[in-house]
């Protein structure tokens, strides 16, 4: 979701900003370089320009400095799923009693990092409110994600309270993608509003670690330029990956689909998978049509990704331009029936699934792939569209059912519960066996982190 906060000078006409950030929105919507991510609330369709009712989100304030700015940070729903309230006095998992004082809190921030565990694409960063009512301390809670991380908060109180919770929630082992490791979150900020006698709440706003954000302060009179924020524009570009893919070790596993049963109860636990053939892209919708309503393709055998690719049409041509994995949570109530009814041997998406799924996996010899969230232009490069394999239905037609062949895509396959470090390319493998306790993959116990 797009969220701009715009300061503007006395006498500065705040509409004609307005229109030009929608305008600007839909241009690079356009271009492919936002996902069409604005849905009507009451009939489901999306707009296809990220406009619509109350979006994008403009925050408007008036300052006394002479120049506008405008700051921009872009959420998408993993991590926007994963903000969380608390009303003190509560009980928390494995913490206990929260009570109404910055002891509370750092339970509560603590307890915030542990529940988002991979599904918000960690290690992420937390903006936090104090206080405030429900509505605004939402609101006050995101702003803080548009500090920056090496800045120090200037109350002395809060200072502490970030610095401790960065250290204490490194120790959880929620780790990168949630599946384990040092770093949890990169960041903690909080400030505290006055509250109702009545309530105290702690408003948390989850980031993922792509941080997305952006700023610009413009001359008020021209509109013309004259700073950039969040980046430094006398540095030069530099590359997450090289343009020829990631660096290989020969130790992967190769797989070209359609799959079997006995490849896949094959795959070991830390096992690297390369998917390269043809695969099919579905989210919500798709998985929700497709338990009442059989698919338009043969699904037998098939890699099907949690994904919605950003697609361009150039030169009469449909073109993948962003195919990140998006949270697979959400398909939790779906996926069990997909596996057993269609023969689906490989799920592929991020921030692992549940018991349902885990049941399916293991009796049909399917598995769950894990692919790294934020890096949607890095996995495009590995793929090409070969079209609409069929509408999943007439009133869906912006969820289609696409057909993509993937030249060696990289994955590192998640699914069962780890129990050691795991780096960005490792992964777990989910197999016949029932894993040790309940938890999701990578899921730590959060009173490893507290005295």
């Known amino acids: 979701m797009p969220t701009f906060d715009v300061h503007t000078p006395v006498g500065v006409n705040q509409i004609v900003i307005k229109k030009a950030i929608q305008n600007a929105v839909a241009e690079a919507t356009r271009r492919g370089k936002l996902r069409p991510n604005s849905v009507d609330s009451l009939t489901g369709k999306n707009s296809g320009n990220n406009l619509g009712e109350e979006t994008p989100v403009i925050h408007f304030s008036q300052w006394e400095q002479d120049e506008i700015e405008v700051k921009l940070i872009l959420k998408g729903g993993g991590c926007e799923n994963k903000n969380i309230q608390y009303s003190l006095p509560c009980e928390l998992d494995h913490l206990g009693s929260a009570g109404r004082n910055l002891e509370g809190v750092r339970k509560c921030l603590l ?172 989210r919500d919708a798709v998985h929700a049509y497709l338990m009442k309503n059989k698919p338009p393709v043969d699904l037998n055998g098939a890699v099907l990704y949690h994904c919605g690719p950003v697609m361009l049409k150039e030169n009469g041509e449909w073109k993948v331009k962003a195919a990140g994995p998006t949270t697979s949570i959400r398909e939790e109530p779906y996926q069990h029936h997909v596996i057993r009814e269609y023969g689906v041997r490989a799920v592929i998406g991020k921030g692992g699934m549940g018991k349902k799924t885990l049941a399916a996996l293991q009796e049909c010899g399917a598995v769950y792939l894990n692919a790294i969230g934020g890096a949607a232009d890095a996995v495009q490069r590995a793929m090409t569209f070969m079209g609409i394999a069929g509408l999943v239905a007439s009133f869906l037609t912006a969820r289609l059912l696409a057909k993509i062949p993937a030249r060696k895509l990289l994955l590192a396959g998640f ?30 116990l959060l009173h490893l982190a507290t005295p």
């Open 111 to 282: 307890h915030a990092v542990w529940q988002a565990q991979g599904q918000g694409c960690a290690p992420g960063a937390l903006g936090v409110c104090i206080g405030s009512d429900r509505a605004n301390g939402y609101v006050l809670a995101k702003n803080q994600l548009f500090r920056t991380l090496d800045d120090v908060n200037p109350v002395a109180e809060l200072a502490t309270l970030e610095a401790q919770v960065m250290e204490e929630a490194n120790r959880i082992g929620v780790g990168s993608m949630g599946f384990g490791g040092k770093a949890s979150l990169i960041g903690c900020k909080v400030t505290a509003a006055n509250r109702l006698p009545a309530s105290f709440f702690v408003s948390v706003a989850y980031d993922c670690w792509a941080y997305r954000r952006l700023g610009v302060r413009l001359e008020a009179a021209s509109g013309a330029i004259t700073s950039w924020l969040y980046r430094d524009p006398e540095r030069p570009v530099e590359r997450m990956t090289q343009s020829e893919g990631f660096p290989l070790t020969g130790r992967e596993v190769v797989l070209t689909p359609p799959l079997t049963e006995a490849q896949m109860r094959g795959l070991k636990v830390g096992d690297v998978v390369l998917i390269t053939g043809e695969m099919f892209t579905g």
């Open 415 to 444: 699914a069962g519960c780890a129990e050691v470090e795991f780096g960005l390319r490792s992964g777990i493998v989910l197999r016949g066996e029932a894993p040790k306790n309940e938890r999701r993959p990578g899921q730590q």
